[in-house]
């Protein structure tokens, strides 16, 4: 996982810790597999088994919107968050036992094979569980995974337009699209503005 795709995480997290603060519960519990690796100190790297932790370029958008003061009121349980993006892979242990929707708008389906390692990596910086290395900001939080093309750099406007829309269907209160396009459409401009009635913003990064 990459510098550039962690800064994903610090667009989508500073978006999303507004929402989750509100909706705090100070009855959560059972808070990221390891919080105190994801806020240690900086000079931490990468374990052996090539595991991230906070000092790692993959987990600095934690210690940088002090993700442990957050977890202290919300680990984001109840919380519906979607990733449009190419497929999240539901055996990553970072995502094990996260409960998710599945909507594979490139086959029509439920389920999809083979996704790629972006829409994952997308998850596991919103929702990982710190099992395998990767914590989110959001370990409780349910993900709604809207897989709108075989690969990002297929994706076009209409699709990502198709994504959001399915999000909204699919009960989303928070909709992460990762994806970046070229050229402006009427149709997206149009499932962002019917989207923003949410209880939480619409994150677009643009990787």
């Not at 603060?21 to 790297?45: D, F, I, L, V």
């Not at 539901?90 to 029509?108: C, E, K, M, W």
Request: hydrophobic share 45%; charged share 15%.
């Amino acid at each position: 996982m990459s510098y550039r795709g962690a800064a994903v995480a610090l667009v989508t997290a500073a978006a999303i810790t507004p929402f989750l603060a509100t909706a705090a519960s100070a009855s959560e519990s059972g808070g990221p597999a390891n919080p105190a690796a994801t806020t240690a100190s900086a000079s931490a790297s990468t374990s052996a088994a090539g595991q991230a932790t906070a000092g790692s370029p993959v987990q600095w958008a934690l210690k940088s919107l002090d993700a442990a003061a957050l977890w202290r009121r919300s680990l984001g349980a109840g919380a519906r968050i979607a990733v449009v993006d190419a497929g999240v892979n539901l055996n990553d242990p970072d995502l094990a036992g996260a409960p998710i929707y599945v909507r594979n708008l490139v086959s029509g389906s439920e389920s999809h094979s083979s996704p790629g390692p972006h829409g994952t990596e997308i998850a596991e910086l919103i929702a990982g569980n710190g099992k395998a290395g990767v914590t989110g900001l959001a370990p409780k939080a349910s993900l709604i995974d809207i897989r709108v093309a075989a690969q990002p750099s297929k994706v076009t406007p209409a699709d990502i337009a198709a994504g959001i829309t399915a999000a909204v269907d699919a009960g989303a209160q928070v909709i992460n699209v990762s994806l970046g396009v070229r050229s402006d459409s009427p149709a997206l401009r149009t499932a962002v503005t019917d989207a923003d009635g949410l209880p939480g913003p619409v994150v677009d990064s643009l990787v």
